[in-house]
């Protein structure tokens, strides 16, 4: 049960990463300060779908 939530948040983190790199490499930033929250948000996104990649692999790793 737990691993199929964290999958699929994980796959929600992947549509936004996707979804913010297409926003950054499309140049919509409308000023060098939008660009750089748009990269911190990316920044965080990425660390959140590894913190959950992580935990998934523990989970997995316990039940064994």
Do not use: P
Request: net charge negative.
């Amino acid at each position: 049960m737990l691993t199929t939530f964290a999958a699929k948040a994980q796959q929600e983190l992947d549509i936004q990463i996707t979804d913010v790199n297409i926003w950054l490499t499309s140049g919509k930033a409308k000023d060098y300060a939008e660009y750089r929250y748009m990269v911190g948000q990316l920044t965080g996104l990425k660390s959140a779908y590894t913190l959950m990649d992580e935990l998934i692999r523990a989970a997995e790793n316990s039940e064994d």
